[in-house]
């Protein structure tokens, strides 16, 4: 079973940055650096929405049109992490983030949500106006 930790979330101001960290157990490792990896968010009272996503590599990405040019995700195999960068934020930020690891390897960066069958437990952010 793969296990998923994700860290870093928090308040912040409107216009601030935060860094989220999602590190893979060692088990999940193995496979991890042929693994491409998402970002979810899901804000109270609605579904659960793709952000950005990652391919196997690491060399190609995707995002959602409302976080593009202020988020940028980011993966480091030595670590078994995927990071997810996030700039400017807004209000409307504000949601539980999760990473999620798809259910096949050697994918290129996913956008659906039923594409993925590993999920952590999330992190709370908070964009304060």
């Known amino acids: 079973q793969a296990q998923l930790v994700e860290s870093g979330g928090g308040l912040v101001q409107a216009g601030g940055s935060l860094r989220l960290s999602c590190v893979a157990s060692?088990?999940?490792?193995?496979?991890?650096?042929?693994?491409?990896m998402g970002w979810f968010r899901q804000a109270p009272g609605k579904e659960r929405e793709f952000v950005a996503a990652i391919n196997w590599i690491g060399d190609s990405t995707q995002y959602a049109d409302s976080v593009k040019g202020r988020f940028a995700i980011s993966k480091d195999n030595g670590k078994n992490t995927v990071y997810l960068h996030m700039n400017s934020l807004k209000p409307e930020d504000t949601a539980v983030y999760y990473c999620?690891?798809?259910?096949?390897?050697?994918?290129?960066?996913?956008?659906?949500?039923?594409?993925?069958?590993?999920w952590g437990q999330g992190t709370q952010v908070t964009v304060s106006s």
């Open positions: 999620a690891g798809p259910k096949t390897p050697l994918t290129p960066a996913l956008t659906e949500i039923t594409a993925y069958a590993y």
């Open positions: 060692e088990r999940t490792g193995r496979t991890f650096s042929i693994s491409s």
